[in-house]
C-alpha cells in the first residue's frame, strides 16, 4: 500500500475500496447533553469511480431501531484539491444530505458543512483516519459556528 499523500489528491480514498465490517457507535441523542452510546454492526463495499477521482460506498446499517440502506459519494476536483461528500440515506429516498467538502493531510482527512438539526442551524465535520487495515470516521455537531464540538457517530472499520 503506498503512503498517504502529504496533501489531498485523488488517491486520498484508496486505502478504502473494497468490503468491510463496520463498528458503529453513535449518541442516542444528538446536541442534548446525552452521554449515552448506541453499538451496532453494519458493513459496506466501497468501489472506484471515475477513474479514480471518485467513490461509491453502499452501506447496510443495522441500527438499533431496524436496517437501513445507504450510500456516500465522493468526488475530488483536482483545481481545489478538495472532496465533496454526500449522503443519501435510505429511510429518506430522494433527499441528498448537503455536501460535507475538505481534504487529507498526512493520512487525515477533515471535512465541514453547514446544515441544520431540529430546525437550528448547525456545522458538522467529518473526520476521517486513513489506516489501511482499521480505517476510523466520526462525525461531530457544532451548534455554536465551530467554538465546541459534539462528536455523535463513529465507525471503526475492519476488512470483510
Same mark, same amino acid.
Given at each position: 500500500?503506498?503512503?498517504?499523500?502529504?496533501?489531498?489528491?485523488?488517491? *486520498?480514498? #484508496?486505502?478504502?475500496?473494497?468490503?468491510?465490517? $463496520?463498528?458503529?457507535? &453513535?449518541?442516542? &441523542?444528538?446536541?442534548?447533553?446525552?452521554?449515552? %452510546?448506541?453499538?451496532?454492526?453494519? @458493513?459496506?463495499?466501497?468501489?472506484?469511480?471515475?477513474?479514480?477521482? !471518485?467513490?461509491?460506498?453502499?452501506?447496510? $446499517?443495522?441500527?438499533?431501531? !431496524?436496517?437501513?440502506?445507504?450510500?456516500?459519494?465522493?468526488?475530488? #476536483?483536482?483545481?481545489?484539491?478538495?472532496? @465533496? $461528500? =454526500? %449522503?443519501? *440515506?435510505?429511510?429518506?429516498?430522494?433527499?441528498? *444530505?448537503?455536501?460535507?467538502?475538505?481534504?487529507?493531510?498526512?493520512?487525515?482527512?477533515? /471535512?465541514?458543512? #453547514?446544515?441544520?438539526?431540529?430546525?437550528?442551524? $448547525?456545522?458538522?465535520?467529518?473526520? =476521517? &483516519?486513513?489506516?489501511?487495515?482499521?480505517?476510523? =470516521?466520526?462525525?461531530? /455537531?457544532?451548534?455554536?459556528?465551530? &467554538?465546541? %464540538?459534539?462528536?455523535?457517530?463513529?465507525? *471503526?472499520?475492519?476488512?470483510?
Amino acid at each position: 500500500m503506498k503512503p498517504p499523500h502529504p496533501t489531498s489528491s485523488p488517491a *486520498d480514498f #484508496d486505502f478504502f475500496a473494497g468490503a468491510w465490517h $463496520i463498528a458503529h457507535r &453513535q449518541l442516542r &441523542q444528538r446536541l442534548a447533553g446525552c452521554t449515552e %452510546w448506541l453499538s451496532f454492526p453494519g @458493513s459496506c463495499v466501497t468501489r472506484p469511480l471515475l477513474g479514480g477521482a !471518485g467513490n461509491v460506498d453502499d452501506n447496510v $446499517i443495522d441500527h438499533p431501531s !431496524g436496517r437501513y440502506l445507504a450510500v456516500t459519494l465522493r468526488a475530488f #476536483d483536482p483545481a481545489t484539491q478538495l472532496w @465533496s $461528500i =454526500w %449522503w443519501l *440515506d435510505g429511510r429518506y429516498p430522494g433527499r441528498l *444530505d448537503v455536501p460535507m467538502t475538505g481534504r487529507f493531510e498526512h493520512g487525515r482527512g477533515v /471535512f465541514y458543512a #453547514d446544515d441544520t438539526f431540529n430546525g437550528a442551524p $448547525i456545522r458538522v465535520r467529518f473526520l =476521517w &483516519q486513513a489506516h489501511p487495515s482499521t480505517p476510523r =470516521w466520526e462525525q461531530a /455537531f457544532s451548534a455554536d459556528g465551530g &467554538q465546541s %464540538w459534539e462528536t455523535n457517530w463513529v465507525m *471503526d472499520f475492519t476488512r470483510a
